[in-house]
């Protein structure tokens, strides 16, 4: 696990890259994967989506890697420190093994939106599409068949952006308060689809 990009981001590749281009799933975390809970700091009180888990499990199980994209504001904002963020997501992935289920790569953007103290342009923060760019390169995804999975619509409009066609509202966390405006990104290149 180690901060890149200036410290602009926080990767956690968990398996080589593969010779061939692979297909992935990629995951938002809060709300998604795990219950949300606000600005989380502590590994007691990560509770696994089990929806999200079996999808995780069928991924393993056909090939596709599994990537999480999150963005932890929090750090940014000063809430908290990435040690507290690795200590959550260390009992994320104990937690996911326990269910049998695997995470090729971790992806965490810091950075607040510009309102709350954040750069003006961020690559990494959702709905921008540079951690996915990046999970893409480090492990040889091929972004065309991929699919991604979130409760927000920063985390479909990322997926849109990143050139990924279809996108998935998970129905918890933040879906019910995001759907109308997930639907609006549904057009010919990008298919919207809900748990
Ligand atoms: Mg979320």
Not at 57 to 71: E, K, L
């Amino acid at each position: 696990m180690t901060l890149v990009e200036n410290g602009n981001l926080w990767a956690d590749i968990r398996s080589p890259a593969m010779r061939k281009t692979r297909r992935g799933l990629f995951l938002d975390r809060d709300g998604t994967l795990i219950e949300l809970v606000d600005y989380l700091a502590d590994p007691g009180k990560v509770t696994l989506l089990t929806d999200t888990v079996s999808e995780v499990r069928r991924a393993n199980s056909a090939g596709i890697a599994v990537v999480i994209v999150t963005n932890q504001s929090g750090i940014g904002r000063g809430l908290y420190q990435w040690a507290d963020f690795e200590a959550v997501q260390a009992r994320v992935i104990e937690l996911l093994l326990e269910a049998g289920a695997k995470i090729d790569a971790v992806y965490a953007c810091p950075h607040p939106p510009p309102d709350a103290g954040g750069p003006l342009v961020s690559a990494y923060r959702k709905p921008a599409p540079g951690m996915l760019m990046r999970a893409s390169r480090d492990l040889g995804l091929d972004l065309a068949t991929s699919r991604i999975i979130g409760d927000s619509v920063s985390d479909l409009a990322a997926g849109k952006a990143a050139g990924i066609p279809v996108g998935i509202l998970a129905g918890t966390g933040h879906s019910e308060r995001d759907a109308t405006a997930v639907k609006m990104l549904a057009d010919e290149e990008f298919e919207v689809n809900f748990f």
